[in-house]
């Protein structure tokens, strides 16, 4: 059992729900959303005040400029793409503090978010104040 309690415990340490990170955007500033896939699916949608690196792209250099106080959410498309899962490894790598968002933009939609970009959604329960 204690084997059991670790795993969720490491879970919940690690990833977090598109319900999770819109409350921490309402709550403090100590979350940052980071797109993990390349520019033209963030310039064409993102979540609100979201930053991007691709994955391909983390190195020290190209995020030296991230606060190393905030925690990064790592997302990408959703359950078909791993591009979260790499760029949240690389940026553990680089030592930031990092969670992934379970199922990527496409959960943060289905769950009524807004979105950025040049094909935004409106979000179908809430608009993001983040």
Avoid at 27 to 35: E, G, H, K, S
Avoid at 90 to 103: A, N, P, S
């Amino acid at each position: 059992m204690q084997n059991q309690i670790k795993f969720y415990e490491n879970k919940l340490a690690y990833e977090m729900d598109p319900s999770d990170l819109y409350a921490n955007f309402e709550n403090n500033t100590d979350y940052i959303a980071l797109d993990t896939r390349q520019n033209f699916g963030y310039d064409k949608e993102h979540i609100p005040t979201a930053i991007n690196i691709p994955h391909k792209e983390m190195t020290a250099a190209t995020t030296k400029h991230l606060d190393p106080s905030k925690t990064y959410v790592c997302y990408c498309d959703g359950i078909g793409c791993n591009a979260s899962t790499k760029g949240a490894l690389k940026m553990t790598q680089l030592g930031f503090k990092v969670k992934e968002l379970i199922g990527g933009i496409e959960w943060w939609k289905i769950d009524g978010y807004a979105t950025e970009g040049t094909k935004p959604t409106k979000g179908a329960m809430f608009e993001c104040a983040c």
